[in-house]
């Protein structure tokens, strides 16, 4: 529809998740319009996001360092690891502030539609966290969908014969759901009342 730069922005921006050809064309001439130097800021962001942030070596969140800001504070509980599929839900269970564990990324939930199979999830690196004996609790806290039931169920099967406790969040975060929508309270209550899975 437009010539040259100004498409390939608006296609660039098309391709994000959640924005349409239409918010795609907004921001565009959003940019075209804004000061060159906010502009710069934002383009130098962006590069910076895939040249500097890495994922922690340990837990799988995104981190500046070979570790994450949780996994070097000495003051998080070693012996509580709370397992979720993405970065944006450790954000969100942070922000409950119930938590004082560690956490483990999985980067994504089974999934055989998409062909994700446990192979290509972070499952090898959360067992192998496991060896020393430090952990004695583990919360499953992925999305309340069918695929995150689907990994949960699947990790507590896979971790019933190691010896430590095994919990799921409880009932009330809305089913079907992304964790990262859950408002705070309803997230923090379904932490607390985290019930043991057999
Ligand atoms: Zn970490």
Known sequence: MYEGAVQDLIDELGRLPGVG????????????????ADVERLAGTLV???????????????AESETCRICSDPRRDPALICVVEEPKDVVAIERTREFRGRYHVL?????????????????????????DGT??????????NLEGEATATYLARLLAPMGMTVTRLASGLP??????YADEVTLGRAFSGRRRVD
């Not at 050809?21 to 060159?36: G, M, W």
């Not at 089913?175 to 990262?180: H, N, T």
């Open 21 to 36: 050809p239409k918010s795609a064309q907004r921001i565009a001439f959003h940019l075209l319009n804004a000061e060159a």
């Open 48 to 62: 910076r996001v895939k040249n500097e942030v890495r994922f922690c070596v340990v837990c799988g969140n995104v």
């Open 175 to 180: 089913v079907g759901g992304d964790l990262e």
């Open 107 to 131: 980067g994504g939930a089974i999934s055989p539609i998409d062909g994700i199979g446990p192979d290509n999830l972070r499952i090898r690196e959360l067992l192998t966290r496991l060896r």
């Open 135 to 144: 952990v004695t609790e583990i919360i499953l806290a992925t999305d309340p």
